[in-house]
């Protein structure tokens, strides 16, 4: 079990290594240790190795000067300037939080920047501000669109954060496809078949096979195929990598950039990088505070009080099981699966530091 | 077949007998009229039948006094004094088109409203002034949170439009769940079956039975069921309704007064009639509204070239059916069923006017 504020300190040690400030290393450290804490550990430590292998196929500059390119009252676009996702990331996050508290809305569109871990993070930013907050981010494309086979689109993640009073705050955060990449790699790994539902082959037959992505096949969006609403998913997806791109000129779809430094950059980008989108809305921009946030714990009684189906216990509000094992994780500590573990003693000894496993 | 025009005419002129401004009742018809011509009939001219029922048992005010009760650079509420949802509609989102004119987004939420029709029409207010438009609503409660039986949420729908420059506009509108329920109530009619990951029982098992909802049913999430993700697809659900409710103080989830004048309204409302939510982003408060729009084309363009899955013809751009029907229906006229037609011709009786019917 690894503590939290150690992978912190160890992490940040990591980028500042590699020639990050110490601001943004801590940024980078800080989103990867919330992914493992909120029990998303397919964004968590084992990003490390993936963020040494972008820097060092010169693809991440640790260097960069973000700035803001344009602005409104309530807009702004942010050049990431080839950063890590994390540093434009929560800085335009910010931004977005400073503009709403200036004129009720912010809203601040990111080019030129890489893979920025859980988009939960950047929501969840605005609660302590009396705000909801909100991030979307384009990502590889492994998912086809509704009838096609073309991969085209990410698995374009979407993340909505609301205050409440007593209880505790209403965060969504979700693919917009049925399951996250990682858990075919899972059950591949295992050997076991995944339900249909979730990937198609070269054809656009629906298939089981966790490894049909290495032979032509795509990940389907929500709903699964087009009889049961996966059109709808399509929209959703499409949705967020416009917003995630058009606005400030990343790339869109098929030209956004790998996370992962053993694929290629797709050739004819339109853009610039991977892009986002954040948001922040001051709820006293509508109602008194206290009244939208009273209103939120009823909201939250009300759906946590839901029947449960049969043979089920409860019924979850989005952003309770994440909040739950961020709980448990900070008191008994984090674990890491070996071979990550293992990463990251190799890279603390390529730079000269150490790494303590348990 | 009805010309399009002779349906707003006969619609406006319903509304204004029945107390409506001429304003008011052109909001109305305009929005059910543009149901009709995208091929979305559910939302269509049977409604007139229903507003009109709603409107026989008081629960609809046909002269309101719509109003801005709170506002922001970027933001407002409006209250909708029991008005028909076109009413606050149409007014709330030209306010958030004025707001974006002047600080880049606006944004505005609506209280005391009802049944608004397709949330693309309000989105698409927002394309010929070079923004990108957002509408959602909530909706009678029909809808269980994954893993429950109760039925706490709407078909919430999402709209989103988006100008390009040559080609048409990127429209999607679409509901949170797999399905409209006017699909089951024609499956029910039929004596037909429906796949599963439509309904479940009062129990919370899968069913096929498209009339299981009067038994204690429930319709579920886009996903389907919890191994397919649909407690993603509730996430996208409780999101809309948290925006149409808890912004304006709206009724959320199970307290939304149902559409229809047969249905009781819940009681212990916290809020006030059903809520919607409006936006609007200026494209060149990020962008020269000209890169933006041609960087649209060249995203539909791609989309619109994906290689179809086999036995395929095309892939559909979001938008793309409707705006075919559209064209189709204002050449070749409206087909209304004999039933919608027939109480046209009853209601038009009560009133004294006259239905011409084909």
Not at 89 to 103: F, N, Q, W, Y
Not at 138 to 157: D, E, I
Not at 165 to 184: C, H, S
Not at 339 to 352: H, N, T
């Amino acid at each position: 079990m690894y503590d939290q504020k150690y992978l912190l300190e160890f992490t940040t040690d990591v980028f500042m290594r590699i020639g990050c400030s110490r601001e943004d290393a801590a940024a980078v450290a800080a989103v990867l240790v919330a992914a493992e804490l909120r029990n998303h550990s397919s964004h968590g430590m084992i990003r490390v190795r993936e963020y040494y292998e972008l820097w060092k196929n010169g693809r991440v500059n640790v260097t960069p000067d973000v700035r803001v390119v344009h602005e409104t009252p309530s807009t702004a676009v942010v050049d990431g300037d080839r950063c890590f996702g994390m540093v434009a990331g929560a800085r335009s996050m910010r931004l977005a939080i400073e503009k709403a508290a200036a004129t009720g809305t912010g809203w601040v569109a990111v080019r030129n920047s890489n893979h920025f871990g859980i988009a939960g993070y950047y929501a969840m930013m605005a609660l302590e501000h009396d705000m909801v907050g909100m991030a979307v981010t384009n990502a590889n494309p492994l998912v086809v669109p509704t009838l096609s086979v073309s991969r085209f689109l990410g698995t374009n993640p979407l993340a909505v954060a609301v205050p409440a009073m007593e209880e505790p705050p209403f965060v969504a955060d979700f693919a917009t496809t049925p399951i996250a990449r990682g858990k075919l790699a899972v059950s591949e790994k295992k050997g076991e078949k995944v339900p249909f539902g979730y990937v198609q082959d070269a054809e656009g037959n629906p298939s089981d096979d966790p490894g049909i992505l290495r032979n032509g096949g795509g990940m389907v969006t929500l709903g699964g195929d087009r009889l049961h609403g996966s059109h709808k998913g399509y929209c959703m997806t499409a949705v967020v990598d416009i917003f995630s791109s058009l606005f400030s000129g990343a790339n869109f779809g098929p030209f956004v950039p790998p996370s992962v430094a053993y694929l290629p950059v797709p050739e004819n980008q339109p853009g610039l990088g991977t892009g986002h989108f954040f948001g922040a809305m001051r709820i006293d921009a509508f109602r008194p505070a206290d009244e939208f946030k009273a209103s939120m714990d009823h909201w939250i009684r009300t759906f946590r009080n839901a029947q449960p189906a049969k043979g089920e216990e409860r019924v979850y509000i989005p952003g309770d099981p994440e909040r739950e094992a961020e709980e448990k994780f900070r008191n008994e500590g984090i674990t890491l699966v070996p071979a990550v573990a293992q990463d990251l003693k190799g890279i603390a000894a390529e730079l000269g530091i150490e790494f303590i496993s348990d």
